[in-house]
C-alpha cells in the first residue's frame, strides 16, 4: 500500500484501457518532433515522456515499462545503438513519473524493466517509495546499461534509512550526477552515512538536493565535508534547520574548498542570523560560488523553517565584502530576509564601486529607486539558466517552474 507523506495525496489508478493510445506509440520506438498529448500522459520532442499525476498506479507503470522495454528489444534487433548519446535517438530519455502512487512494489517493478532502456532520468517523487523501496530500485539499476545520470525521490518516506539507501543508489548508479532527496526524512546521521559512502568512492556530483530535511546544525558536518573536499558543484539544503551554528561550519569549509568548485549554494529558510548570514556570504564570494540563496522556500511555513535575517550591519559587511575584490557572486537572493530600503541603499553604495557585478533579488519593501538603480549595475548578468538535468524534469502536468529549486 502507499504510503501518505508529506502531504501528498492518495492515488487512484487509472482504468488501464486509457492507457492503450501511449503503450501503442510507445511500442513503435518512434520519436517525436512535436508534442504529443495522449489521454495519459505527454511526449516531448526532447525526450521527456511527463507522466505526473496520470493516475498509472503499479500495473499502469509496469506496462509502460514493459512497453519501453520492447520497443528497446526491438531497435536493438533491428541493429540501432542501444545507448543513446548526448544528442541521440533514443525516443524517451527522461521519465517523468511524480505522484503515480507507484509505492516499493511499483517503483522497482518498473525500474527492473527500466534497466533495459536508454534511459539518463528517473523522477519518481511522491510516490510513497520506503528506504526499502529504493534499495530494490538500487538492485534492479545495478545490473542496468548505467545510463541514468539524474535520480529524483523528493517526498518520498525514506525515513531514518534514507542515508543507507542512498548510498546504495550512489553505489549501484556509476552514471549518476544528480541526486535528490527533498523531503525524504533524511537526517544527519543518515546524511553521514550518504556522505561518507559518496567520498570513500571517490564520487563527484554535480548537483545534490536535500532541502526539507530534518538535519539540524548537525547536519552541517556531513555537508561540510561534501564542500571542503569539492565533491558537488551545486548543494540545495535549504528549510533543514541548519541555523547560525551550521552556517559557520559551512563558513569555515568555504575557505577550505577548492576555488570555484562549489558553483551554487541554497540555504534558504535556514534561521540564519544576521552576523551568519553575511560570514556566510563573504565566504561564498571568496570561494568562487556563483549563486547563494539565502532567501525562503515556498514550503517554508509547511515545514515550520525559519526565514534567514539580514540587519543594516549584515547588509554593510555582504555590500563590503562584495566589493572588495572581484568574484563569481553573480546572484544574491534576499528575499523575506526583513532587508528594506535602508539595508538595500547600504547594498547599493557598496555595489557602485565593486568590480563585480552581482544581481540582488530583493523583495517587497525596497523603494524603486534604490531597486532600479542595483539592477542597473548588474544589467550585464545574465539570468540563471537550468541545467540540462534540471530541465529534464520540467513537468506540463506540475507546477514547478524549470531551474526552481526542486524542494
Known sequence: MVQEFAGVPSVVPRPVGELAPLLAWLRTGAGT???IDFPAGTALPDGRLDLCKQQLGPHGAQLVADALAEAAE????????????DGGEAPVRHLLLGTDGLGDDGAAAFAERAAEIPVRTLYLGCNGITAAGACRIADRLRASTQTVRALWLKRNPL???????????????????????????????GLTVLVDALLAGGRHFERLYFSGNPLGPAGAEPL?????????????????????????????????????R???????????????????????????????????????????????????????????????APHRLDHLVLTHTGLRSREAHRLLDHAAVAASPTRYVLGKGIASSIRSRLNTLSATVPAPVP???????????????PGAEQG
Open 387 to 401: 541545467a540540462p538535468d534540471v530541465a529534464a524534469v520540467h513537468s506540463v502536468h506540475r507546477t514547478a517552474a
Open 224 to 260: 561540510a565535508r561534501l564542500v571542503a573536499a569539492g565533491a558537488t558543484d551545486e548543494l540545495y539544503a535549504s528549510a533543514a534547520g541548519l541555523g547560525d551554528d551550521g552556517a559557520h561550519t559551512l563558513a569555515a569549509a568555504l575557505r577550505t574548498a577548492p576555488h570555484g
Open 262 to 324: 562549489l558553483r551554487r549554494l541554497s540555504l534558504a529558510s535556514s534561521g540564519l542570523g544576521p552576523v551568519a548570514a553575511a560570514e556566510l556570504t563573504a565566504a561564498a564570494a571568496a570561494a568562487g560560488v556563483e549563486l547563494l540563496d539565502l532567501g525562503r522556500v515556498p514550503a517554508a511555513h509547511v515545514l515550520g523553517a525559519a526565514d534567514n535575517r539580514i540587519d543594516l550591519a549584515a547588509a554593510d559587511r555582504i555590500g563590503a565584502a562584495l566589493a572588495a
Open 74 to 85: 526491438a531497435a536493438e534487433a533491428a541493429g540501432a545503438a542501444r545507448t543513446a548519446p
Open 33 to 35: 518532433d512535436r508534442r
Open 159 to 189: 525515513g531514518i534509512r534514507a542515508g543507507q539507501a542512498a548510498a546504495e543508489l550512489i553505489a549501484a548508479v556509476e552514471q549518476l550526477r544528480t541526486l535528490d532527496l527533498v523531503q525524504t526524512g533524511l537526517d544527519a546521521a
